[in-house]
């Protein structure tokens, strides 16, 4: 089926306004559109069978999804969150205990570390927008217990650098891969390399649900287990009472139309890389805004969850986006360590604050069209100007 359909003339020489959203950030109705007779289909075998909780199609996406990732274990909680936290449980983080990670995140990730009693140490990121390396070592104490290294906008951290460190001090690193489901290093995948990698299956992620969903992977049986008792409030597979848990579980419903999904994933995939790839291209030479780092860099595999710019005028280029009805969004406009709200320990993170007044991302997503960037790119290319 071609999903690329061109309804209006996005070509470079015609950037007049349209009363509709030209450019949509996202793509989950003509997703839907797409994939509906598989997904109904999903839906009504799923009611027939009346399987519900912890059954067959969440069995066979944790199968499928282990195998994916080359992992021996997956356990698919009910979100991103949730993933997280429990892993953290799952390694026995609490009061008196220092994570570290970054502010460069979405608030789930500190709300992980703080709901298990810990304190969560702020850290800068890198021109690639996750954790840098180069500051990781100082940030160590006595009381550290785990790393959250957070794999932003579909690119691996410098993994192999903070394991070196985290080995160093035997430090456990619990991966937050929510954005990078797929993406590796030389074949080896996000949420692969520490103790524990956790995702998201939101529905704004590259491999999705319908609702909120999220995935625990690990190598270590004993880890797995855990967290399998943990999300089934407590118990083991004999139903058998082990702990106080919760409920977190991925629904069978949910696990159902994600093993639809998960068809489709690396055919979305090429798209992304394809449309980041024509971005790259047609904005290398803008003087006004700075491209993410390459989706060239020798041995990485991005996914491009996101396609993010930094541009000093920020408000004046959602402005002009906004006027060729083009959609973006702000990953996130007020960085986690400034918010008064939350109570963070005061510290100084100068790319993590350049980042939140700069950073806004382009729509990309497997059904965009080429005509369609090239809007975007001609659009940019009008506010930003060429060097």
Request: with cysteine.
């Amino acid at each position: 089926m071609n999903r690329h359909h061109v309804l209006i003339d996005y070509s470079k020489n015609n950037l007049q306004e349209y009363h509709v959203s030209a450019v949509p950030f996202v793509g989950l109705q003509q997703e839907f559109a797409e994939r509906r007779q598989l997904l109904t289909a999903a839906f009504e075998s799923v009611g027939h069978s009346a399987s519900y909780i912890l059954r067959d199609d969440v069995r066979a996406f944790e199968t499928a999804i282990a195998d994916k990732l080359a992992v021996k274990f997956a356990i698919g909680v009910n979100s991103g969150t949730d993933a997280l936290f429990l892993a953290l449980k799952a390694l026995g983080i609490g009061a008196g205990d220092e994570v570290i990670t970054v502010a460069h995140t979405f608030v789930a990730t500190l709300a992980a570390i703080v709901h298990c009693g810990a304190k969560p140490v702020l850290i800068d990121i890198g021109q690639d927008f996750n954790l840098a390396p180069d500051v990781l070592q100082a940030a160590i104490t006595p009381a550290t217990k785990a790393i959250i290294p957070v794999h932003m906008n579909g690119r691996c951290c410098d993994m192999p650098a903070i394991l070196a460190i985290a080995e160093q001090y035997g430090v456990p690193v619990v991966e937050d891969a929510a954005q990078a489901l797929g993406a590796h290093i030389d074949g080896r995948y996000a949420g692969s390399f520490g103790k524990l990698g956790a995702f998201s299956l939101h529905p704004m992620k590259n491999l999705h649900c319908y609702g909120d969903g999220g995935l625990v992977i690990t190598n270590d049986p004993l880890l797995a287990q855990k967290i399998r008792i943990l999300r089934n409030h407590g118990q083991n597979e004999n139903k058998d009472l082990m702990t106080f848990g919760f409920n977190s579980r991925l629904d069978n419903l949910q696990a159902a139309l994600l093993n639809v999904n998960l068809r489709y994933f690396a055919d979305d995939i090429d798209r992304r890389r394809q449309i980041a790839a024509r971005y790259h291209a047609g904005l290398s030479d803008c003087r006004g805004v700075d491209l993410p780092v390459s989706c060239q860099s020798s041995g990485y595999f991005d996914v491009f969850s996101a396609y993010p710019l930094l541009c000093r005028d920020r408000a004046g280029l959602i402005r002009h986006l906004q006027s060729r009805h083009i959609e973006c969004f702000v990953h996130w406009p007020q960085p986690l360590h400034l918010n008064p709200h939350l109570r963070l320990a005061p510290v100084s993170l100068p790319m993590t604050e350049r980042v939140a007044r700069e950073v806004l991302s382009l729509p990309i997503h497997p059904f965009l069209d080429d005509a369609q960037c090239d809007y975007v790119i001609a659009s940019v290319r009008e506010f930003a100007g060429g060097r």
